[in-house]
C-alpha cells in the first residue's frame, strides 16, 4: 500500500507559514518537489510495509477555505502562479508537495500564450497581486504538443494534415519560434549534419519543451515588468515525467538527484536564451558527436 495524504489540523500551529517573498516562494516550490521526486522515486518497487511508502502534505491552506463568517465566501491566496501543460501525467499541486489554496494554476496543452491564458494570468496580477510571489511557466518532458510542434516543422506538409485542426495549428505556431532556436543551436553544436544523426529528433524535441518554456517565461516578463500592479517574479522550469524533478536545464541521462531541481529566473534579453539553447545542444550531444570548425559531425570512429 502507497499513501499520498493531505493532513490539516485546525488549531494546531502552522508547521509551514505561505512564503512571502519571491525567493520563499521559489524556495518553497523546489523544496516541495524534491520530497515528492524522491518519495515517487521510493515508491518504485517499495514494500509496502516501509515508511517510504507515505507521503503527507501538510495542507495549512485549508484554514483560509473555512469563511470567518456564515454566508461569507473564502478568500483566494495564492503565493504562486503557474502556467503549466494539460497533461494528466503532470499534477502541479502534487508535484510541487502544495495543497488547498496555494497555487492558482492556468493549464493549456503546450504551456502556449493566448488571449485566453493572459486574461487569467491578467486576473491574478490585479485580483491576487496581495499574495502571488511568483509565476512560474511549467513545462514537461515528453511533451506532446511540443513533439508535434518538431513533427511539423521538420516534415511541413504534416502541419497541413487532416488531424491537425486549425486550433491544433495555432499550438503549434506558438510553439515553432522554440523549435526554431532549439534545431539552430543543435546544429552549430552538433555540426551541420546533425539531422542524419538518429538522436537528433529526440534531442530537438527535450531541447525544444526547455525553449518553450524559457520563451513564455521571457515573454510574461516583458509583459509584466512595467506593471505597477505585477509584482511577481517569473520563473521557469520543466517536469520530468520520468524522474517527477523539476529542473533547469534538464538532464535527460541522469537519474532522479535532489541537487538538478531548478527553477530558473525568466530570462531578461534574448541573448539569455541563446546561451540556454547552447548549453542543452550541449548537454545533449551523443558521445559519438564531436564538434568539428567546418561545422561536420564527427562520429567517434572519425575521431579515433
Known amino acids: 500500500m502507497i499513501d499520498y495524504t493531505f493532513r490539516y489540523q485546525p488549531g494546531a500551529p502552522n508547521p509551514r507559514p505561505k512564503p512571502t517573498s519571491p525567493e520563499e516562494a521559489r524556495e518553497a516550490l523546489m523544496r516541495g518537489n524534491r520530497v515528492f521526486s524522491g518519495w515517487m522515486c521510493r515508491c518504485q518497487g517499495a514494500d509496502a510495509a516501509h515508511a517510504d511508502s507515505w507521503h503527507v502534505v501538510e495542507c495549512v491552506g485549508l484554514e483560509s477555505g473555512f469563511p470567518a463568517q456564515p454566508g461569507e465566501y473564502p478568500t483566494q491566496k495564492p503565493f504562486a502562479v503557474v502556467l503549466g501543460c494539460s497533461d494528466a501525467r503532470v499534477p502541479t499541486e502534487m508535484l510541487f508537495g502544495r495543497g488547498f489554496n496555494d497555487l492558482f494554476v492556468v493549464r493549456v496543452a503546450g504551456n502556449v500564450l493566448n488571449d485566453v491564458v493572459l486574461g487569467s494570468l491578467d486576473f491574478s496580477a490585479t485580483a491576487l497581486n496581495d499574495s502571488v510571489q511568483v509565476v512560474v511557466v511549467l513545462g514537461h518532458t515528453n511533451c506532446g504538443a511540443v513533439t508535434g510542434a ?155
Open 150 to 304: 518538431v513533427s511539423a516543422y521538420l516534415e511541413p506538409t504534416k502541419f497541413w494534415s487532416k488531424s491537425n485542426s486549425p486550433n491544433l495549428r495555432l499550438i503549434y505556431k506558438g510553439i515553432f519560434g522554440a523549435v526554431r532556436e532549439a534545431d539552430k543551436m543543435i546544429r552549430e553544436v552538433w555540426g551541420s549534419d546533425a539531422p542524419s544523426h538518429p538522436e537528433y529528433r529526440g534531442a530537438l524535441i527535450d531541447a525544444a519543451v526547455c525553449m518553450n518554456a524559457a520563451h513564455t517565461a521571457l515573454a510574461l516578463r516583458q509583459e509584466y515588468e512595467e506593471s505597477p500592479e505585477w509584482g511577481a517574479e517569473v520563473l521557469y522550469g520543466v517536469y520530468d515525467v520520468r524522474t517527477h524533478q523539476v529542473c533547469m536545464p534538464t538532464r535527460p541521462f541522469d537519474p532522479e538527484m535532489p541537487d538538478l531541481v531548478n527553477l530558473a529566473r525568466a530570462p531578461s534579453h534574448p541573448d539569455e536564451l541563446a546561451a540556454l539553447a547552447r548549453e542543452l545542444a550541449t548537454i545533449l550531444r551523443p558521445k559519438d558527436v564531436g564538434e568539428n570548425p567546418n561545422g561536420a559531425v564527427l562520429s567517434s570512429k572519425a575521431l579515433g
